[in-house]
């Protein structure tokens, strides 16, 4: 079937055109022994002689990605590094083979042992993160198994077909050989996904099943912008997407071009165009777009398997406040709890609590910190002690009311009163503003603003809480819109509120970067927009386009329609309206 079209999760932008080469992962079957009870000196010698092997074989692999990108990048292959050393892995290995398994079968065991107390976790980013632990997996199991570790053996110009690349097997990518990638599982911010972009490969990810539909040596073509993979495309198809490549090309170019321009609107308003990130490879693409900032630093990679001292909470954070430095850095205090923690147990916090019936309404964010208050603590402290330069904020999230922003303040006492009796230095002062993502903290958002220093909307939990409805369940997902009249008013009345109160106003969720919503937003008097790196610039180019005037009408307009199907017939003009709007939305269609 000729222009075979299969959708996916746009990974790294870019289109390519080329021969399909469908990698198949060798998974022979791994042999139990049955000689119980007999310590295997040989097996355990073995276990420790790949682990060492793994190790030589990531340290080489990380000094040939850093010569070809940057430290940034780089550090990715640390977290894998670190892997190698969970002394609890590696001795619950070694104990199973003393009873007699085999060095592979006991590794095996034990990982997913340890990697099944994460399937039932829907966060995106925790699940993502976990790849890093699949990938030593992968290659400690390789070698045990004799099987070779470069998997990527075709010398030829093609593009990689595969269930999953490792990160470690992404770093190893010649580009000027595999010019682009498809598989089927990945996110977007997986680190797979971020190297490819550092490596500027294009690739769609999350196919579910493109390794059934592509034969090696079909030619297929690749639209990293749009998350799409064409099979077998005919003629006109390929003549038209290598239009789109020139075009491509170009765009990018004058993207680049408004990094060092001024985030502000034909008429002079000025809007702060800040980044979303989790890990600083995030924010040295964001720094390279020209953020005025961060907008929201997720604090929840560091607690992945265990709480981070405070010593080295303070000195990650500490980095990233000088990287952004003058710009802000706002810290986000621990968003996790519910399906988050329980499951996972980490730093022996009880996982006897009777498991949440929804996660999402239940024992999570500002809710587990204030319970917690031993671990909440030791992240203000580190937080404090990075404000060295005074461009540290703090941010808490799940605030229903006002009893929680006092209690939170009162745990930041606390950690000052800490740190002075324990002499570390730290500016006494530092700002605090709440995120807005619970409707009852939309309502009472006057008296909130008057509690702290400013706001930040979550539209994404704002939009599930306000409409009842679990963003990544797929059987409700067409009930999921940010553009629901109740959800833009709520978000109205949040901005109103903070402006009543002369503090200022920021939406970090993902509405931020969508191209219908900015001109919204912007209109509704929106002071800030934080959103992930790879939007920076296009936001920044919809809002230089854009005369307040102009967004004022549309968010007016918006406001005083009622129903959903006439909310998305209006946004839909807008498109039509605003030309660098239609420009962009190029990216969302084909």
Request: with cysteine; charged share 30%.
């Amino acid at each position: 079937m000729k222009n075979k079209l299969i959708r996916g999760i746009p990974a790294s932008p870019g289109i390519v055109i080329g021969k399909a080469i469908r990698y198949v992962s060798e998974n022979s079957k791994i042999q139990s022994t049955s000689d119980k009870g007999k310590i295997k000196i040989d097996e355990v010698k073995k276990f420790e002689s790949a682990l060492n092997m793994v190790r030589h074989e990531l340290e080489l692999i990380r000094k040939d990605f850093l010569a070809r990108t940057d430290e940034y990048h780089a550090r990715i292959l640390d977290a894998e590094l670190l892997v190698l050393d969970d002394e609890t892995l590696m001795q619950n290995t070694i104990n199973r083979i003393k009873k007699g398994n085999s060095a592979e079968e006991s590794f095996k065991w034990v990982a997913e042992k340890a990697l099944s107390e994460f399937k039932n976790i829907k966060d995106k980013y925790i699940q993502e993160r976990v790849d890093d632990i699949r990938d030593v997996v992968e290659r400690v199991l390789r070698d045990l198994k004799g099987q070779p570790q470069n998997l990527l053996l075709h010398k030829k110009e093609h593009i990689l077909i595969a269930t999953n690349l490792l990160p470690s097997d992404t770093a190893t990518l010649d580009k000027s050989i595999v010019v682009g990638f498809a598989t089927d599982l990945g996110g977007e911010t997986s680190h797979t996904s971020i190297m490819a972009r550092a490596l500027k490969i294009p690739a769609v990810v999350g196919l579910n099943e493109i390794t059934k539909l592509i034969k090696s040596g079909e030619e297929i073509i690749i639209d990293g912008n749009h998350g799409i993979i064409i099979i077998d495309p005919d003629e006109r198809t390929r003549r038209a997407y290598e239009k789109r490549i020139y075009e491509f090309q170009e765009y990018e170019k004058e993207l680049l071009s408004l990094a060092t321009l001024p985030c502000k609107t034909l008429d002079g308003h000025a809007i702060e165009l800040a980044c979303n990130i989790e890990i600083q490879e995030e924010l040295d693409m964001a720094l390279d777009y020209g953020t005025s900032g961060v907008g929201l630093m997720r604090t929840e990679f560091l607690y992945l398997q265990k709480p981070l001292k405070e010593e080295k909470q303070f000195k990650i954070y500490d980095k990233f406040a000088r990287k952004v430095y003058p710009h802000s850095l706002i810290v986000r205090t621990l968003d996790i709890g519910g399906d988050k923690l329980i499951d996972i147990g980490i730093n022996n916090i009880s996982t006897t609590e009777p498991k949440d019936m929804n996660p999402f309404l239940g024992w999570r964010g500002i809710r587990f910190s204030l319970d917690r208050r031993d671990i909440f603590i030791a992240q203000l402290k580190a937080i404090l002690r990075a404000n060295k330069k005074g461009n540290v904020k703090l941010l808490f999230p799940m605030i229903d009311g006002i009893h929680e922003i006092r209690e939170a303040k009162k745990c930041v006492e606390k950690a000052k009163a800490q740190l002075d009796k324990e002499g570390k230095t730290y500016r006494k002062n530092i700002e605090i503003g709440v995120m807005i993502e619970i409707p009852s903290a939309a309502i009472i958002a006057e008296a909130i603003a008057r509690e702290v220093d400013f706001l930040s909307i979550g539209s994404n939990d704002l939009t599930q809480y306000t409409l009842a409805c679990d963003r990544g369940n797929m059987k409700v997902k067409e009930y999921y819109n940010p553009f629901h009249p109740a959800v833009l008013t709520l978000i109205k009345r949040t901005i109103d509120a903070a402006h009543k109160e002369r503090k200022w106003v920021g939406c970090c969720g993902e509405i931020g970067n969508h191209p219908l919503a900015i001109p919204i937003l912007v209109g509704l008097g929106i002071d800030e927009l934080s959103v992930a790196p790879l939007y920076l610039l296009e936001v920044k180019k919809i809002i230089r386009a854009l005369s307040m005037e102009e967004a004022s009408i549309i968010a007016n307009e918006v406001l005083s329609i009622d129903t959903e199907d006439e909310v998305k017939k209006y946004i839909k003009k807008i498109k039509n309206k605003i030309p660098v709007i239609r420009e962009v939305m190029k990216k969302y269609e084909e």
